[in-house]
C-alpha cells in the first residue's frame, strides 16, 4: 500500500494513524465477521486487486483510529478499574468482588460466583457451502451475562436515519452464531458514542440524543437466520469469483452509504444549472410547494453522494465506480 499525507497531517497524529494492533488472518478461506456484512462486489473484486499498489491516504484511518482508540480504552478501564468502578457506581461487593475480565478455566473452577466479563473474544466456525469449507472468525467487543455490547462512534446524523440497523442485527447475529454459549440475549446493545453531538440541539429536539452517548438495543436474527444469510453471502460469492466485472452485482444505495435524494425547486426552468431557490429532502412536499406557486417552475431530483467507494478495496479493479468518479 503507498501511502499520501494530501493534508498535510501533523507527524504526532501521523504515527498515531498508522499504528495498527490488529492481528489479521491471512487464510485462503478465511473471513471475517464484519466481511460477510460488505457487498459481494466489493469481496470478489478486492480479491483481484494488488493491495501493494493501493494509494491511500492517511486521513482515510482517522474514523478507524478513533473508533479502535475508544474500544481500547474501553478495555483498559474494565481491565484496570472494573471493579473499583462498579463499587463507585453503587454495585454491592459481592457482585463487584467477583468481576473478572477474561477469566481462565482454572478460575472459572475456583470460584463459581465469578461474574465474568468476556472482552475482545475472537472465536471460529467451519461452514462448508457447496464441497468448500470456511472458517468464519470474528471478535466481538463485550459480552456480559448472556448480552453482547458493541461500541461504535459515529455521527448523530446516522444513528437517526437508522440506516445500519440491519448490519448491526447481522453482525451480532454472526457473533452469537460463533458463540452461543457465552451470547444468549437477543439483542445487540449498540453503545454509540456521537462524534458531533450538540448539546444546543439536544436542548430544543426531543428526538435529538440528549446526551453524547446512548445504549440502542437492536433485535438479532436467529441462530438460522444468520447461518442462512452466511450460507447466501458465501454462494453469491462462489458464484462470483471468476465472473467479469458486468456481471457481478452492483452495490446498492445502502452499500454505497449514498447520502439521501435532494429534490430541487427551481422556479425559472430554464435555469436548473444554477442554485435552486428551495431544497427539498421529501419528494411530496417539493411538489406541493411548486403547486402553491400555481405549477410553474420545476422540480429537479438530485441523488445524494456515493461515499463507500473512497474507502472501499475493490475501487482499483471496480468499474462501477466509474459512473461516481471522473478520474
Ligand atoms: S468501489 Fe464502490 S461500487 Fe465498487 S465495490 Fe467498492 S463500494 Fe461498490
Known sequence: ????????????????????????IDEPNYISATSLLKSTRQLVLSRRVNHEEREVDISAFLASSMGTAIHDSIEKAWTKSGR?????????????ENICVNP????????????????????????????????IGGK?????????????????FAYLLGRKDQDYALQ????????PELITDEHIF???????????????????????????????????????????KLTEIQKYANSPDEEIPYCTDKELWRGETVYKYYSDPSKTSGRSTKNFDDKSEAHAFMASKGGKGIVV???????ACEWCPAFNACKQKDQYFVS
Open 1 to 24: 500500500m503507498r501511502l499520501t499525507n494530501v493534508h498535510g497531517l501533523s507527524l504526532p497524529l501521523a504515527v498515531w494513524l498508522l499504528h495498527d494492533e490488529y492481528d489479521y
Open 301 to 307: 431530483a438530485v441523488a445524494g453522494e456515493v461515499k
Open 172 to 179: 451480532g447475529g454472526i457473533y452469537r452464531w460463533l458463540n
Open 84 to 96: 473499583w468502578a462498579m463499587k463507585k457506581l453503587g454495585y454491592p461487593d459481592h457482585i463487584a
Open 190 to 232: 449498540i453503545q454509540f458514542i456521537f462524534t458531533d453531538w450538540q448539546k444546543a440541539r439536544a436542548r430544543g429536539d426531543a428526538d435529538y440524543p440528549q446526551t453524547k452517548a446512548i445504549e440502542y438495543p437492536v433485535l438479532m436474527p436467529s441462530l438460522e437466520e444468520t447461518e442462512r444469510f452466511i450460507r447466501n
Open 104 to 135: 481462565s478455566e482454572e478460575q472459572l473452577l475456583a470460584n463459581t460466583a465469578l461474574i465474568p466479563v468476556w472482552m475482545e473474544q475472537r472465536a471460529f466456525r467451519d461452514i462448508t457451502v457447496n464441497g468448500v469449507t470456511y472458517k
Open 140 to 156: 466481538f467487543d463485550l459480552v456480559l451475562q448472556g448480552r453482547l455490547f458493541d461500541a461504535k462512534s459515529t455521527s448523530v
